[in-house]
């Protein structure tokens, strides 16, 4: 590939051409600092464009040069006339060189070589051979988080937001993806979790006829987002039990008094009866939690006391 060292003025390279920007700047730690005190060490890579010149690699170094205050630095250009797959290859190449790419960069480096007419299999078999592992499921992938609102990839990048619920939003309006995209980067779920919250947002809004932005702006979820005084589990679990009462008022008020009366058994925290899921069926399980023999012979106590309850009849007889 030809290209030429030369000094080029900051002023002549213009960074509002983004098509071949590949880092995310959510996860990357600033660089002003580094090139303050030791310099460039990689130049940049440009690309000549009618009277300017265009970033092909190096966006971040040329934006901290900016506000270090320089006017020059030593470039690597190419010409004018160079193939945009070629532009691609090295911006690619120059970015998995410095750092493993997130789902994002990885998307756009899927992007620019699709984006410059090259097959799907083609461009699998060159982002493979560039160090980026790909197959047509995962491409598929790709290509739908590159078509995500900004606060969606950021939630991706950031690993508030699980990929298979990124995927799911992409069946959601744009408004309603990125009020469930703010909810998930408010307060920290594991993947199962994302799920249940998605399912009770899609069904409720669904069944209301009401979009999931007005659902998640109910008071019943704003006030739990909005409480200092509850940490992230706390928050995540009210709000997913709000969400299944939304959902399933009867079975939860059903759920309700099966506990309630459990708790008239006089069992203590050390019992814990679990009825079955959505009480279908006739299986329960008992849970004993016990530190000692001392332990175990009073939770026995409190089993066989309960034989005699009429409550122990209403609820198992």
């Known amino acids: 590939m030809h290209y030429k060292f030369d000094w080029a003025a900051l002023d002549s390279i213009d960074t509002t051409d983004s098509f071949y920007r590949i880092t995310t700047p959510h996860d990357k730690p600033s660089i002003d600092d580094s090139i303050h005190r030791i310099g460039l060490i990689c130049p940049v890579v440009v690309k000549k464009a009618n009277s300017q010149l265009i970033v092909i690699s190096g966006f971040r170094r040329v934006e901290a040069c900016r506000k270090l205050g320089w006017h020059e630095i030593l470039c690597r250009i190419l010409p004018e006339d160079t193939p945009s797959v070629q532009c691609a290859e090295l911006a690619i190449t120059d970015n998995i060189a410095q750092r493993p790419l997130n789902i ?185 939690r016990f530190n000692s023999l001392h332990d175990l012979m009073r939770a026995h106590r409190k089993i066989s006391d309960a034989f005699d309850n009429p409550i122990a009849s209403e609820l198992f007889g």
């Open 104 to 288: 994002v960069e990885q998307a756009r480096c899927l992007r620019l070589l699709s984006d410059a007419n090259i097959s799907s299999n083609m461009s699998m078999e060159m982002t493979n051979s560039l160090g980026i592992p790909l197959n047509k499921n995962y491409a598929s992938k790709l290509k739908t988080v590159l078509a995500a609102t900004d606060l969606i990839q950021h939630g991706i990048i950031s690993g508030k937001l699980g990929l298979p619920i990124a995927l799911l939003l992409s069946e959601f309006s744009n408004d309603d993806a990125d009020a469930v995209a703010s909810l998930f980067n408010r307060i920290l779920m594991g993947l199962n979790k994302q799920r249940e919250v998605l399912l009770y947002l899609k069904e409720i809004a669904a069944r209301d006829d009401i979009s999931v932005k007005h659902l998640i702006e109910e008071d019943g979820i704003q006030s739990t987002l909005n409480n200092d005084n509850l940490d992230g589990n706390q928050k995540s679990r009210q709000i997913r039990s709000y969400l299944k009462k939304r959902r399933y008022p009867r079975l939860v008020r059903v759920e309700e008094q099966f506990h309630e009366r459990v708790r008239d058994l006089g069992f203590g925290g050390a019992i814990q009866i679990t009825p079955p899921a959505n009480f279908e069926g006739s299986s329960c399980i008992m849970t004993i």
